[in-house]
């Protein structure tokens, strides 16, 4: 737990803009995840933390801190059940020194 | 009524700046794509500038480009969970313009790169993210970007999209990416006085210093870490294979925090300030995981091509090399009035199999195989060097070669004699 706190902290430096209402990167079938998928590598993998894992053994993804690296995408290669686009051209993460 | 380009390149990276850079200078009406709000805000690397693959295409470029330092220094460390060794490299001969490399911030230098890019007579449009190619049949005739109405033609269509280069996946140009063919770094950027990093790393004015450390600050995973030294700041982080990552299960930021608190690294960062946290996949499959480089109308440059070279750290170089290469082409057939077919943009591939980049490429070719299936080359090794050395150097009254003997029969305890021969064999045979 005290490495999601940490990410946060790291993730508050970084500025965005965000697409209210159009996340760019979504799981196509929740419920594969809850009831397939064993080892949810999204939850560790993802450098932003932005899947986490519930109690109920659902994850939830809030991409507003997501740095657009692609690891979801690729890492969840057993399933594919991560539908990834490029944010709208203008949001997302804005590096200020890349 | 849609306005149709010479050439559309998507990306304003090193790439694709190198690849519009060039068609614009030679007279072609070239557009080119960013979905950033300027270019550089969605680029990350570590990072490194070679000057020679820049300077073929922008001589001058040290007048005015925004450098960091130049390097004079290399250190490589292999590093134990206490300690580490390593070698140092510096000579003055890399202090004496014209300099070799520079450390350089990417969100400024790719800035500065597309203002020459748009001097050059090329037209930017940010913001715009590409949606989609266009086709007629096999042939990209455009593409379609985010925009309303956002349909633009042209008669070739450079991909300088990135690693993950979702147009040349969708388009069936490319496989889908395998973690086994990409690493995934985390990177901060930690800001201090200037004269805090020059006391630090023994330099003055602009001359800096570069850190290359392998060991157990990856677990046994295959990969690396860095430390590079801007002027008033410092990068560090990690890269390790996707594959190695998804397998142990392991948070990329856990282990860049713990390569931050190791007892050699933390005093150098002590007191900076963090002012950025950024993410990036690198290619890093080699040689056998260049996909298909070019078709009717279409051409891959850069990172989306796995143009980087792992094993020296290269790749902002082989980006520009590659996008310079692409551009030559496309001047070449629009001089002789070919079209730009499959066949004829094959020269883009001959161009490259002439040059360092396949050639180097090429010469690493079993490197990630040889790693992947070799793990004590990432814990057993950098802790036996680590060990060895300790003894040594430890004055407790114990013999010399006694101290000799035992680090011997601790390397074959944990290798065998067998082992040892074979890691060396397969080094060599790999790196031959």
């Given at each position: 737990m005290s490495a999601n706190a940490k990410v946060e902290e790291k993730l508050f430096q970084n500025r965005y803009r965000v697409d209210s209402g159009h996340p760019h990167i979504q799981i196509k079938d929740e419920e594969l995840c809850a009831s397939q998928c064993e080892t949810r590598q999204c939850t560790v993998c993802c450098p932003a933390g932005c899947y986490t894992l519930e109690g109920n053994g659902r994850i939830v993804l809030i991409t507003?801190?997501?740095?657009?690296?692609g690891t979801c995408r690729i890492i969840c290669d057993d399933y594919r059940n991560v539908a990834w686009e490029y944010p709208?051209?203008?949001?997302g993460v804005l590096f200020k020194f890349g | 009524m849609a306005e149709k380009f010479d050439a559309i390149v998507v990306g304003a990276g090193p790439s694709g700046n190198a690849a519009a850079y060039t068609m614009a200078k030679a007279g072609l009406k070239v557009l080119q794509l960013e979905r950033g709000e300027y270019p550089g805000s969605k680029n990350v690397q570590g990072a490194i500038l070679y000057s020679d693959a820049l300077e073929k295409i922008i001589?001058?470029?040290?007048?005015?480009a925004p450098l960091e330092r130049h390097i004079i220094e290399q250190r490589m460390w292999v590093l134990d969970d206490e300690s580490y060794i390593g070698t140092h490299y510096r000579s003055d001969e890399f202090n004496k313009p014209p300099y070799n490399r520079y450390t350089i911030i990417r969100a400024q230098f790719d800035k500065w790169f597309s203002e020459k890019v748009q001097e050059a007579g090329a037209m930017l449009i940010c913001e715009t993210t590409v949606s989609d190619l266009l086709m007629d049949g096999k042939r990209v005739i455009g593409v379609q970007t985010d925009?309303?109405?956002?349909s633009i033609y042209a008669d070739i269509v450079i991909l300088a999209d990135g690693v993950n280069s979702l147009l040349a996946t969708k388009a069936g140009f490319h496989p889908e990416l395998e973690p086994k063919n990409v690493a995934l770094a985390v990177k901060e950027i930690h800001f201090m006085p200037q004269e805090t990093v020059e006391a630090r790393f023994n330099v003055n004015g602009d001359a800096g210093v570069v850190i290359e450390m392998a060991g157990k600050i990856t677990k046994g995973m295959m990969g690396t870490g860095f430390l590079y030294t801007n002027k008033e700041s410092l990068t560090i982080g990690v890269g390790c294979m996707l594959s190695d990552l998804k397998q142990q299960r392991i948070s990329p930021y856990q282990l860049l925090e713990e390569m931050k608190a190791h007892p050699s690294i933390a005093p150098i960062l002590d007191g900076g300030e963090m002012k950025e946290y950024t993410a990036h996949l690198i290619p890093e499959g080699g040689y056998k995981a260049i996909p298909e480089l070019c078709g009717d109308g279409w051409m891959i440059v850069g990172d989306s091509g796995m143009f980087v070279n792992a094993m020296h750290r290269e790749g902002s170089n082989l980006a520009m090399t590659t996008g310079c290469f692409a551009a030559e082409t496309v001047i070449e057939l629009a001089a002789e009035q070919k079209p730009f077919t499959a066949k004829n943009l094959a020269r883009y591939r001959e161009k490259l199999n002439e040059s360092f980049v396949i050639k180097d490429l090429k010469k690493y070719k079993n490197m990630p195989d040889v790693f992947h299936a070799n793990p004590q080359f990432f814990t057993a090794y950098p802790e036996m060097l680590n060990q060895a050395v300790h003894k040594m150097l430890?004055?407790?009254?114990?013999d010399k070669k006694t101290k000799e003997k035992q680090i011997m029969a601790n390397f074959k305890q944990r290798r065998s004699l067998f082992g040892l021969m074979g890691d060396a064999y397969k080094l060599w045979r790999a790196f031959e």
């Open positions: 507003d801190g997501c740095l657009e690296c709208r051209g203008g949001y | 001589p001058d470029f040290r007048y005015d925009r309303l109405g956002g430890r004055v407790d009254g114990v």
